[in-house]
């Protein structure tokens, strides 16, 4: 199988661990045998009255070997669980950054929740190939055929019935389990996904779902899905109980079957009757260590389907083609060349943008308006790559973008989305996202420069920015920008909940540090825009208007019937 072969070259790299762990596990296994066998031995010797010292050396022997196998046992769990750990993190590790590049088209493909739990439920259930499904069988194979050889010295018979046992207890029992496996636990995998769907959107949608009465119909939903998902999990334990109990059941049929085929070998006079107990009691404690088979089936189902799907996940960034040699340079003005770009959004039925042809020279201001779904953030997206022109092609700097390598564009962009992401800490480590190095007065002066003068750089930030403000989220995000060094500003409304004076301050002290950069503004308030070298109004992914604000004004257009309405708004007409 394919995917479980990452797997397999993972164990390799750990192969020292493993290795160890598998010559203790055999250790624990032979030595619990030897143990048991010789109790029975010794059971039985006890009858014949014999000398003292045959007693002391095998109870002395039956020490030891408790010993042995609890040594042996610790250093196997302790090696296994090492590996499994180091394989685990080296799996996480690769995968994760196979899937960053990925984003954000995996984002838009999958719900956030069912990716979240896929993710971590596979990545875990990983853990199981090692432990259960790849090296019990070889510990199980190896302390079967040492016993095997240890009965065939006492009855060729018996070493059959023992192989007969293996078959069973290794193939047959586990064979048996996997039938029906297969429904059941791809039941137990979709409810989990429901109901980890659920639980992200009852996060995410609380305070929506509060305000418009929806909450309680949602928590139904959710403890459905809850409910369900035990019960699925109910019925996958019955089914490996179920699998467990016919391997206990099969052990113990087999241990009659050494009594029986014993007591008659006795009577015949092939077997000493002082090696029945021994026999015994080596089968009973064999085929114990048989017991990890009967759930095998269930973590190596498990195991291929966590794989198969991780392996789906990333592979597109298999396909991705490794990123141009490219670069854009920080400290360099940046010209923007789009001609005939056009961008369709999979699966959607018309064109974002259509035929956009347009020069950005390096050090201009451009400002783009137009109503909400004309394509505006689409443009800023493309010029980042984080998608590709349908049609068309885009330059940066006489560069084509796709020659350029993505992370050299990130690098000289100073970009505000439209919903900035802030994480759970401080204003200060929100404010230092980048390598960059920077004293906190260079800090505070920039927060200064964004408006926000009375925030101190230890104030907490709640996860998501959840006890900021929207136009202090804003104006965080404007000082975390302004403190990059990048000479190409693209900001997608980063000013839409600021109050009109606060707006017009930060404005200033933006085109005051951007002057000589090249900057596009994306903006639904059209004050202001008077400064721009040129402003762009866009419908229906065209740009349906172009000039600076005195020209478009004297058009009379589109721009101009928005610009009354504004004033209209604002009570300055
Ligand atoms: N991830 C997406 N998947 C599919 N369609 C999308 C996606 N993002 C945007 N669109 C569609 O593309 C079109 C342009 O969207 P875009 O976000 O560029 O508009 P916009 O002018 O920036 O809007 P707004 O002013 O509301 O931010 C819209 O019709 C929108 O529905």
Redesign the pocket.
Known sequence: MNELAILTKAMIQERKDIAIAIIGGFIAGIAGVCLFATSGYLISQTVFAPPLYTLIVLTSLVKILGLLRAASRYAERLYSHQATFSLLSNLRTSFFAKLVPLT?GIL?QKRSGELLARIVGDVESLQHYFLRVAYPPVIVVMVFLATVLFTSAFSFWMACLFVLGMLITAFVVPGLVLLGQRKIHGRVRRQRAVLSTEVTELLYGFRDLKVYGQLNKREQKLHHASAALADEQQAAARHLLRGQSLHAFATHLISWGVLVLGAYLIMGGSLAGVYLAMLIMASLTVFEEAAPMATLPAYKQDSEHAAKRLAETVHAADLLPPQPSGVLFVNQGISIELSGVSFQ????G?P??RDISLPIPAGSKTAIV??????????I?LLLKLRTPTDGQILLNGASVKELDEASIWQASNVVL?HSHFFRGTIRENLLLNEECHSDEELLAMLDKAQLPNVSLDDTVYEKGENLSEGEKQRLALARAMLRKGRLWLL??PTSSLDYVTEQRVFQNLLTQAEDDTLLL?S?RLTGLEEMDRILV?DQ?RVIEAGTYSELMEQKGYFYELKQIELQMIGEA
């Open positions: 954000p838009g959004y999979k699966d959607e018309r974002a943008l137009g109503p909400s779904g004309s394509g505006k953030t689409t443009i997206e439209q997608d409304e994306i639904h866009m992914g």
